[in-house]
Nanobody, 115 residues
Framework: QVQLVESGGGLVQPGGSLRLSCAASRNIFSINDIGWYRQAPGKERELVASITRGGTTNYADSLKGRFTISRDYAKNTLCLQLNSLKPEDTAVYYC?????????WGQGTQVTVSS
């Protein structure tokens, strides 16, 4: 089993930045695939970015260049740097891990981009 706890969300103005963190109950470097998804009101949940155990990253095409996923070995956390934020980035951001063929989810953190 993997427990995931997200943090770092909040209210930010357009063009601003945020850094999301996901603390995992297991060594994140042992997890097959771990990443960030988001769900905006009235929309389906979508992949933002993910990283495999071997370090291969995958990004949603529309977000490449603005968002960066990374793993912090010392803190055992998964991070997502969000830059140049737009109002359409407003959503609940979820951390998700695929471990031994089971997908686990955190409770999510709200990101609101508004002036």
């Amino acid at each position: 089993q993997v427990q995931l706890v997200e943090s770092g969300g909040g209210l930010v103005q357009p063009g601003g930045s945020l850094r999301l963190s996901c603390a995992a109950s297991r060594n994140i470097f042992s997890i097959n695939d771990i990443g960030w998804y988001r769900q905006a009101p009235g929309k389906e949940r979508e992949l933002v970015a993910s990283i495999t155990r071997g370090g291969t990253t995958n990004y949603a095409d529309s977000l490449k260049g603005r968002f960066t996923i990374s793993r912090d070995y010392a803190k055992n956390t998964l991070c997502l740097q969000l830059n140049s934020l737009k109002p359409e980035d407003t959503a609940v951001y979820y951390c998700s891990a695929l471990y031994w063929s089971t997908r686990y989810w955190g409770q999510g953190t709200q990101v609101t981009v508004s002036s």
